[in-house]
């Protein structure tokens, strides 16, 4: 345990950001699993209803990275490869239109 005022004070603000940062990365795991389990359904039985559903996550879980983004909570490049991962999951299990 720190002896200094300050270097107290500090453990008690890195703890406060630490349980903060760990509340919103869980719930952009949250939000991206939501997202995956949505798109698994849709592959297994492609509907409106389940691509509305789809759509409905994605955006959610778009929103919930770039708030971390934001907040600093991951860094930018990590958010842009998380929304992309999740971009290209969805585009692999669309059926391809024929031309």
């Known amino acids: ?20 940062n760990k509340s919103y990365k869980s719930a952009v795991k949250t939000m991206i699993k939501n997202y995956l389990a949505a798109v698994d359904e849709y592959a297994a039985n492609p ?36 929304k992309s991962h999740l971009a290209r999951t969805l585009k692999q299990h669309e059926t391809p239109v024929a031309s």
């Not at 509907?47 to 971390?68: H, L, W, Y």
């Not at 934001?70 to 990590?78: E, L, W």
């Open 1 to 20: 345990m720190a002896n200094i005022k300050s270097a107290q004070k500090r453990i008690q603000t890195s703890e406060r950001n630490r349980l903060r």
């Open 47 to 82: 509907s409106p209803e389940a691509m509305a559903t789809v759509q409905t996550r994605m955006s959610a879980a778009f929103s919930k990275i770039d708030k971390a983004v934001k907040r600093g909570v991951i860094h930018p490049n990590a958010g842009a490869r998380r």
